[in-house]
């Protein structure tokens, strides 16, 4: 009976896997670079003195038509230099803007409080936001504000991270794998999750929408604005593998910091549709089954298990050489025992307790 049940669950997951492996692979009509439109980059900042340096040198590199970007950097009430580091090197350059978040948007906290304060002064048609603690590629904004053709209001894309050691290259490849099937069922028309470190949207749409105002209050605030569009039914949604686009962020430092990093995550994607749901439980599911598989020992189980790693492998491959990374199987081998027990972990977790400890502050 266990052989039948994992079966039928790794055959789904394989399933998945080919189909968010073809959404992956979409390709999108690009806007000119004379028709960009106007764009405004918001980064919400709090207690990043190690971090913001690194992250406003790169967005002062960013390639745009002139006069039609700017940037505005939201410090959340940071309690260490953060502050100080902002205004030292936005001093003199007019292409940045420092804020803190002065103003309450019902029930908005925290980061999506520090975003949604930030959209009070942006000029541009296009909202991209980042995070304090990533570094973008010099034609990230303009590569994306080119994917906003007819009818697109939100456009996503790819954020790897920096990996020296084994523990950092298994975040790595976590990332590349969650983003992976984020675009694919994106491109699917299935929205089930996005990434705010390297996300965008129309302002008018997100005006549409109400703002974070109008939006019940979520720890992952990106997941929530991406669903309040979709809910429209008027705007498409695209997710472009383009290696232009993408972000650069840094791992957490320690095994406490991931974990609270993943129970936000999970917390925030309790609000997931069917279709998520239904993803996400597969994922679920195949990870429980391979966890217990074991007690089970038979030929065939190992060759079930093995699909499942092949179908990831077959998944990830791809996306790396796209994104022009380095692909390392040892991270993707011991990413594979990593993720299958954090995902059931975790799952038991948010059922036990959903509070979330995040930038020094409790959800």
């Known amino acids: 009976m266990f052989e039948i049940i994992l079966t039928v669950v790794v055959v789904i997951y394989f399933i998945q896997a080919v189909l968010i492996t073809i959404g992956v692979r979409k390709r999108f009509p690009k806007l000119s670079e004379e028709n960009l439109p106007a764009s405004t980059v918001i980064v919400a900042a709090r207690n990043e003195e190690e971090n913001i340096l690194e992250c406003l040198e790169s967005l002062e590199k960013l390639n745009y038509p002139e006069g039609k970007l700017d940037i505005i950097v939201v410090d959340d009430y940071s309690t260490d230099n953060t502050n100080k580091i902002i205004k030292e090197f936005i001093s003199g350059k007019p292409l940045f803007k420092l804020i803190q978040p002065e103003k309450d948007f019902g029930e908005t906290k925290g980061k999506a ?8 002064f942006a000029k541009g048609e296009i909202i991209l ?3 304090a603690d990533c570094t973008v590629n010099p034609d990230w904004a303009k590569t994306i504000a080119s994917y906003y053709t007819k009818d697109v209001a939100v456009v996503c894309g790819f954020t790897n991270q920096k990996w020296k050691t084994l523990f950092e290259g298994i975040q790595d490849t976590d990332f590349i794998y969650l983003l992976t099937v984020a675009a694919g069922t994106i ?3 299935k929205p089930m999750s996005a990434m705010g470190n390297n996300m965008s949207y129309l302002k008018s ?10 939006i019940p209050f979520s720890v992952t605030e990106d997941f929530k604005i991406l669903m309040a569009i979709k809910n429209l039914n008027k705007y498409k949604i695209i997710y472009p593998l383009d290696k232009n686009s993408l972000v650069t962020s840094k791992p957490c430092k320690d095994v406490k910091t991931l974990y609270r990093q993943k129970k936000r995550w999970a917390v925030g994607g309790l609000g997931s549709n069917l279709d998520g749901f ?35 492998l077959f998944m990830l491959r791809n996306v790396y050489t796209e994104l022009g990374l380095k692909f390392s199987l040892k991270n993707f081998i011991w990413f594979e025992f990593y993720i299958t027990f954090y995902f059931v ?4 977790n948010v059922l036990l307790n959903r509070k979330v400890f995040w930038k020094g502050r409790k959800y």
């Open 129 to 131: 936001t980042t995070d």
């Open 187 to 189: 491109n699917w028309k």
């Open 345 to 348: 972990f975790i799952a038991i």
């Open 205 to 214: 749409a997100y005006t549409e929408i109400g703002g974070y105002e109008n």
């Open 113 to 120: 409080r520090a975003i949604a304060n930030g959209i009070e």
């Open 278 to 312: 239904v993803t996400i439980s597969t994922a679920f599911v195949t990870s429980l089954m391979i966890l217990i598989s074991p007690f089970f020992y038979s030929a065939n189980v190992l060759y079930l298990v093995l699909l499942k790693v092949f179908a990831d």
